[in-house]
């Protein structure tokens, strides 16, 4: 059974920081590409940033320079470190993994609040 567990989420002030974590058990992580998206209220889920398993990264435009996705193969864990954090990261944070186009399984979402 493929579970995905996001943590870390919470209130934070306008410029502060979080560190989001998603633990991932009943796959072979290292072979997976993951991510982080967002989804508000009424509008699509997007993508935040993600990881290869060759270990390369990508970042939405609006979180660039701000926001820092990892790895721990070891642990069966992915993070993003959100710095400078902007009443318009509001949002519901899903952790994603995916593997090519043969499978791709989500977390429960935690709640990220960001106070101006």
């Known amino acids: 059974q493929v579970q995905l567990v996001e943590s870390g989420g919470g209130l934070v002030q306008a410029g502060g920081s979080l560190t989001l974590s998603c633990a991932a058990s009943?796959?072979?992580?290292?072979?997976?590409?993951l991510g982080w998206y967002r989804q508000v209220p009424g509008r699509q889920r997007e993508l935040v940033a993600t990881?290869?398993?060759?270990?390369?990264?990508h970042y939405a435009d609006s979180v660039k320079g701000r926001f820092t996705i990892s790895r721990d193969n070891a642990k069966n864990t992915v993070y993003l470190r959100m710095n400078g954090l902007k009443p318009e990261d509001t949002a519901v944070y899903y952790c994603?993994?995916?593997?090519?186009?043969?499978?791709?399984?989500w977390g429960q979402g935690t709640q990220v609040t960001v106070s101006s």
């Open positions: 994603n993994a995916k593997l090519v186009a043969l499978a791709t399984y």
């Open positions: 990881t290869t398993s060759g270990v390369s990264t």
């Open positions: 009943g796959i072979i992580f290292s072979a997976y590409d």
